[in-house]
């Protein structure tokens, strides 16, 4: 069973950046699917983005391309989320998530209950 702890959150101002991170133990890291989600003051937990355990398969929430990247170092059981041109709306706490995939896997998913393993979160604010 792997455990998460994310890092990297706090406060920063409009049309910054941050880099969150993520790392993975208790579990061989290679063997994840691992995603992002986001949830805003009042609103549910929404889907930022997931890399696939290879990292050949990439997805996105629409909203959010070309500002957000996601990257993972298996060699350090750690992912990634690059934040740039950050604006009010990406304040939320951010959780990293795990899946088990198979060995050839690509698969990527959008939807919350398809992650088995959750970190406790970091806030990031971002002040306008």
């Known amino acids: 069973q792997v455990q998460l702890v994310e890092s990297g959150g706090g406060l920063v101002q409009a049309g910054g950046s941050l880099r969150l991170s993520c790392a993975a133990s208790g579990g061989t890291f290679s063997n994840y699917l691992m995603a992002w989600f986001r949830q805003a003051p009042g609103k549910e937990r929404e889907f930022v983005a997931a890399?696939?355990?290879?990292?050949?398969?990439?997805r996105y929430a629409d909203s959010l391309k070309g500002r957000f990247t996601i990257s993972r170092d298996n060699a350090k059981n750690t992912v990634y989320l690059q934040m740039n041109s950050l604006n009010a709306e990406d304040t939320a706490v951010y959780y990293c998530?795990?899946?088990?995939?198979?060995?050839?896997?690509?698969?990527?998913?959008?939807?919350?209950?398809?992650?088995?393993?959750w970190g406790q979160g970091t806030q990031v604010t971002v002040s306008s």
């Open positions: 998530a795990a899946r088990w995939a198979t060995r050839y896997s690509a698969a990527v998913y959008i939807t919350e209950n398809e992650y088995s393993y």
């Open positions: 890399l696939s355990r290879g990292g050949g398969s990439l």
